[in-house]
Every structure is written in structure tokens, then in C-alpha cells.
């Protein structure tokens, strides 16, 4: 069972990414160390506007870096990024009134003035205002040399240049007196220049959180354009999708030397039965609907040519993850523990995704199929957007229902290695409330035991 | 100044003891002092804090280093906040040692530093070519406890080793074992088609047969070998030629001695940092007839001698010099006299 949650880490603590989210994060090409973290706080995001705003700066970052004139300054860009660290933690520091040593203040000085130069390097594209932190420079580089290293300089203090100055060329005999006094007058200086900086902390603050943003930006765009996602447009009762794909699937099929076949789908605020045959992409296709769903409202582009969403509050996917036996549940008392969850937030207020694989699978088909059928009448009732795959017959419940279309275009050469290649893995609308019989057909073709084949077929004559 | 001018031709420089207080601190306060007076640019770090942990542990206070106006230091953030001096920071890295993030600063004063850089022989690598960035002539590498693995010529280009009283209280004895790491260091280059074959291989072991090709034994490591029954069959009865990625350790000499006719067998090994065999164990395997060659050869430069034992035996410097001296083909010297 797997809930939509506030942000990313929550998402990863509850769901083992059966479904590819994850993936996709981790070919994300982040350039700083910064900006994992930052990813990882991104919000499931329900509000139009803010997500149209988001997938606009996609939209004009990938133009940016489609203009070959650009390729420069992105490249110096993302040298620049892969050298920012995260010093959030120095910066709470700072904005806490805490004196900072000078490892603390070198790093501060050698981010303000990274993102200073991002700064200058993003002037001309007009994607991010980042603020203007010339005056915390100044204040850690009072010799004006601009160089990403720090001490407390002879600059500070006329006093501390000539005690310095005394101690110079002695090694042995240095006068334990004005070493002190040398500390002394340090912490003093340190003091003074974190009461300066902290004027600019917040500054420095939404610096480093806007440098994490537009990594993350580059990213997205990157991923985007080169995976060929596309920028969903947000509507309000139907979602559609042209050439909808999952990427992992993809990129698994292609280093295989196969092809994906993509699929086209729409659907509204009411269920929707799959039916199909084994292998027939069923499971994958609820798969890469919660996968475009969390894309889209974390702020991503969606994997399909085309996209029309609806957004929801909560998405609610339950589906076999081998976890629930660690759990002490039968496959089946862990489903009907997750229809109650699911039960309990049709009747509030929540726009849903629901997506169910093969309910009920592992009871008998007789009460099995009643189990559906009386799941998708409560979902037709309350307007639920659903989806539930089924192998079961004599499913009547009047709700819309989809078919993979399955095995076409079969000759001998059939087997268990091309068998993807005979499949048409496109939807059909369905008018039967039977399913398709090809079980027996698949597992031979998977070269199942030919005794368990002929017995099989025998039954089925009977 | 002896030794001095040869330090200077190479761009790395490691220190390492054959013992625990056998004088490498010393040597290495010894050689800054020297490289102060040259226009050489200069930066040091040290190897790894185990001695820091047995310190603690043994209560003995680890040794400051001097470090001079302009030279850089490399240490961790902890010792960073210690030092005696005042520096500028240049860097701070990425990576984390069990004593913090590695601080890379430069001295803008003169005065004492504890030393303790990377824990692993990769970030030390790491470290040195960023100082080379900097514009350093040469890093020093400090050496820890008894560890070799800074002189590997994987990280220093060359070494100094420091041996003395701490290794063995007895002169002849102290002779002998530290003839025997000289020894291993001086181990002699694989022929150049070996080495053109073994060139990019880190780990595993192989053969090379009578025809000079190379077969992977498929075997992870000499210690798998030794000590895994399913391992030994991979060991094909006729190598004449075993090239040992990782550790050659008394185990693997004797295994191979048991293969029977080792007359001729050729055993070669990365560097003599991978090395961890006794005197006994070798003599036996060379009055056999096997030989051990290595990849990668290191410079010896010099050797120091502390004649003073943490116990508190001081040998006869004049004696132990003369002794070292005439036994190995490398100058010795007890720096404490030089210095005197």
C-alpha cells in the first residue's frame, strides 16, 4: 500500500518504488551535494498555479538549453554548482548569533562568492534572480583579492598586523603573551564579523536554497528533453495521456535491443476495469499512471507525448510487494486492510487516484469477483477515479471497462523470448464481462511442463 | 645537507617507520626545516589517525609538527581547531575521516600543527594531486605506526624510511629486520612484458604461461586462495609466473611452496607495500628456487635512525650507523647528530 505523502522522503520511507520514481530521482543529474537534500524536501503539490508556474520554468529552461549559444554558460553554471556544499547548517549558526570559527566563515565566504559568480553567469537568461551578496563578500574579504580562502587578515586590525608581525621568523621563543593576545584579538574580530554577516543571513539563506532550486531546475529540464517527457497540461475533470511510457521499462527493453510500445488512455472521475492477458502490460500500466501522477504534482514532466492531468489530493496504490509476509499478514488480510484505508477516504472531501492490481486474487473466484464487483459499485457511487485489474469473469458491475489487446499477428516462431514482440499492449474499450482465456496458450508458449499443459487443456474440455 | 637536494627531484615524499617512534616525526620537522630556507613550495599531511587512536590509548602524546610561514598543511577539522599558528583556509573537503573534514590551509605564521589526513591510500592520492594543483612542489606524507602503504608508489613518488631502538633493542637484530624491509623494497621490476600486461589490473590473481599470456585465475584474492578449499583447485600445478593484485602474505609463499617445483616460479606483487611476508618465509622460498619481482618500484632515498627506545635503551648512534651502513646500499643517518 502505497500513500502519497507530504514530501519526497516521506514517499521514500513509505513505498519501496515499485513503480519507478525513484528511478528516475537517481538519474537525475544534480551537481551539487546540496541539492539531494533539497530534492528530497519537495512537496506533493495540489495547487494549479503553483505546479503551471513550475512546469513554465521547465519549459523555458529547456528552450534555454536547446539554444547552442547558451552551452557555455550552462557548462561554467554547473561547474560552479558541483563546487557549492550545503552549509545550511553554519548558516542556522549564523542566524543564531553563534560565533563562527574561520572554517565556518570559509565557508560561507567561498559559497557567497560561487553563487556571486552563478550569479553574474545566469544574468543575461533571466531564469533566476539570485540576491546580491556583495556586501557579505566584502565583509570576508577585506584585502580585496576575491580568492576562496579565509583567515582572520592582518586587514582586520592594525594592532593584530603588527603583533604578527613580531612573531615572524620565531619559532621557538614565541612569546606565549602575545600569542594570546593574538587569540585575543581574533575572537574579537570573529565576533565583530558575525554580528556584520548576520544582517545577510537570510540572504545567504535564500541564496543557497535558490542555487539548490536551480540544480535541481537543470535537472528536471535535462531529464526532460532527453528522456522526452512532455509538460502536462492541468485540467479539471479529465486526464488523457498520448503515448504514455515507463521510463524504466524503457530503458530496460532497450538494452535488451527491444522496443516499447507506449499506450494512449483517458479517464475521468469513475472506475475503470483492466482486463487482459497475462503479460499483457496490465500491472505496468497502473504502475506508470501513479508514476505520472507523482511526477506531475512534484513538479516534474511526465513521461507520455502528450498529457492532460487532473491533480488529487492522495494517490492510493495497492499492489503485491512481497512485503506483507514480513508483516505477519496473509496476502489477502493485508488487501482487505488496505481497501479499509482506502474505504475510509472515499467519503471525505479528497480528489483520489486509486489504483488496485488483481483484487482479491488470492480467494476463489466466486468470492472473489464479488469482492470486485462490489468495490467498483462503491467506487461508480461515490465518482471515485479508479483503477482495478482483474483475471475474474463475470464482473457486471456497471462501470466502464479497458482490455489489453493482447496476442496478434501469432506464427510458429512464437516463444518465450520474442513473446513481447506478439503482443499488442494497447487498450481497447470492452464490452464482455468475460475475461480473455489465453493462460494456457501463454504458458505453453512460455514452455511451461507439457504434461501440466495437456492435463490443463484436457480440464478445460471438460 | 644530505639528502635534501635528492628530496627535491620528486613532487611526493613519504615517511614511514619500520616501528612506532622510530624517529619520523623527527625526520619530517627535519626536512621542513631544511626545505624552509628554499624557495620550494611545500605541503604536508600525514597518513590515516591510527596513531592517533594508540596514542590516546598508550597515553603518549603524538609529536606537533613545525610548519613554516607559506607552507600548507593538510589535517583534520579537529586538529585544524588546535593548531599554534595562524592559517589561512584553502579548502575544506568533501570527505569525512573519523576526526572530521580534511582542512587544507596555508601557514601565515610559523608554529606547530597536529598532523592527521586522509585514513585510506585513494583520498591521499586525491589530496596530493589537488596540493599539485595548488601549486605545491612537493607533499610530505607523514606515515602512521608502521604502515607502509603511504610509500607505495601509487601515492609517493618517493620514501624515507625511519628505523631504530623501537624496532629492536638489539643492533644485529635491528640490522637484520631492517635489512629485510630494505630488501622488499628493493625487489627488482617485473620484466617490461609483464609489466605491460598487469599494468591496469587492482585486483585478483593470474597466471602467465610459457607463451607470456595472461590467464585470470578467477580467483578474488591470495587470503581466498589460502583459505578456501574450492579456491585451491583454481590454482593451475604448472604457473611458473603468479602476478598477485592484493595482499603476498607468508600463507600464499607457503601454499605455493607446497605446490611442489617452485625452481624458476616467479612470484610478482604490485608494490612492496603489498607485501607482509617474514625473513624466514622468504629465504625459504628463494633456497627453493621462486623469486618475487615487483610492478612498481619506490625510491629509497635515505634511511634515519633513532637510537632511543620508548623504553628508554639508547644504542650506540656511532655502532648502529656503521652497522646499518655497512649492510644496506643506502645512506644512513641520525638525524639528532646532524643536527647537534
Redesign the interface.
Known sequence: MTNNSYNITALRKSTNDNFGFFYLLNKLDLKS?LSKRYLYLQKFITDKDELEKEFNKIEETISLLKTPQNNKIFSDIENKLSQV?DIGGTLQNLANSIVL???EL??IKKFAIIADDIKQLLCGLNLIALPDLSAAISILDPEKIRMT????YDAYSAELAVL?KS?????EN?SIES?QK?TEIEDRIRKQLCTELQIYACDLNTALSKIAYLDLLLAKAKQAKDEHFCKPLIADKNTSYKALFNPQLKDLLHSQGKKYQPVDISFGQYPTLITGINMGGKTVLLKTLALAQYLCQYGFYVPASEAEMTLVDKIMICMEDGQNHLQGLSSFAAEMKNMNIILSEIHTDKHLLVLIDELARTTNPAEGSAIVNALLDIFCENKVCCFITTHYDKITSDCRRLRTSGLIDMDETINEKNIDSFIDYSLVEETETNAPREAIRIAEILGANEELIKRAKNKMKK | MPFISEILKYGSLAIVGTEKNTGKTECLNYILSKLHSTDISVAVTSIGIDGESIDQVTGTAKPDITIFEDMIFVTSEKHYHTKGLTAEILDISAERTSLGRLVTARAKTAGKVLLSGPANTALLQKIIGQNAALGVDITIVDGALSRMSPASPSVAQAMILATGAAFSANIRQLVQKTKFVCKLVSLNHADKHAQTLLANIDNGLYCIDENGELHDLNIESAFMLTSTETEKTKYPCNCKTLFVAGVVSNKLLDFIRMQGNIDGFTLIAKDFTKIFITPEMYNLFLRKGGCIKVLHKTKLIAITVNPVSPQGYVLDSKILQYALGQNLDFPVYDLRQLQN
Open positions: 551535494s556544499l570559527s574561520d572554517m570559509f565557508e580562502t579565509f583567515y582572520i604578527r612573531l615572524k621568523g620565531k619559532i614565541q600569542y593574538i
